[in-house]
């Protein structure tokens, strides 16, 4: 069974400190992406990448950065946590190309105090 | 940018009775996906849509696509307990990159 998982399902830091979410997939996805979802707002692309090293900026890219060293790992990072922070985040990927279905991972409620 | 709006935001129906979701977009689509989360749940594919006009079922769920590409409708028949979630439509367009927009969702409500 394919599988997006994702390292937290909940977490919370303080305002200031670097956080990371790292996203595994089994499927040897090419492209990989992160959404963060609020109320209302639906989801909302910050990065994503169509290859290792790869990376694009998405719809909402301020204040977070991300990596992807190996095929299967995409991690976001948010250098300085701030409250506004404070969402779901989801990572899913998809077979190369643009019009692929999005497998999605479990998510990560970050709470930053 | 792109936009993709959906309506309505929220639909609380008696079960049995029928469902719609609309989407539309502010530039014509290359394509239109359809994904539904549960609640606790992550978003799942249900569906893709590439042609003007396309009409697509699963079961009680019917996927429209508009003929200039530009809007979709999910309707769900005769809806059931199991149907409650938010549905999300996405869509992506060659002048944004091919990036998929999701639009805000609709999440269904179904009373027994």
């Known amino acids: 069974d394919v599988k997006v998982t994702q390292s937290s399902r909940y977490l919370v830091k303080r305002t200031g400190e670097k956080v990371f979410l790292e996203c595994v997939q089994d499927m040897d996805h090419e492209n990989m992406f992160w959404y963060r979802q609020d109320p209302g707002l639906g989801l909302r692309l910050i990065y994503f990448?169509?290859?290792?090293?790869?990376?694009e900026k998405g719809d909402i890219p301020e204040g977070y950065s991300v990596s992807r060293e190996k095929k299967e790992r995409f991690s976001l990072i948010l250098e300085s946590a701030s409250t506004n922070q404070t969402s779901m985040y989801l990572c899913?990927?998809?077979?190369?190309?643009?019009?692929?279905?999005?497998?999605f991972g479990p998510g990560t409620r970050l709470t930053v105090l | 940018g792109q936009q993709v709006m959906q309506i309505p935001q929220y639909q609380h129906v008696q079960e049995g009775e029928d469902f719609t979701t609309y989407c539309n977009s502010s530039t014509t689509l290359s394509n239109i996906q359809w994904y539904k989360q549960r609640p606790g749940g992550h978003p799942v594919f249900l569906i893709q849509?590439?042609?003007?006009?396309e009409v697509k079922k699963q079961k009680r769920l019917t996927f429209q696509f508009g003929e200039a590409k530009k809007n979709s409708s999910l309707h769900i028949t005769a809806t059931q307990t199991t149907d409650v979630g938010t549905y999300f439509c996405a869509g992506s367009s060659m002048e944004y990159g091919n990036k998929l927009v999701f639009g805000a969702g609709t999440i269904l409500r179904v009373k027994s």
């Open positions: 899913a990927s998809s077979k190369q190309g643009f019009h692929n279905e999005q497998f």
């Open positions: 849509l590439v042609k003007s006009g």
């Open positions: 990448s169509y290859d290792v090293k790869m990376k």
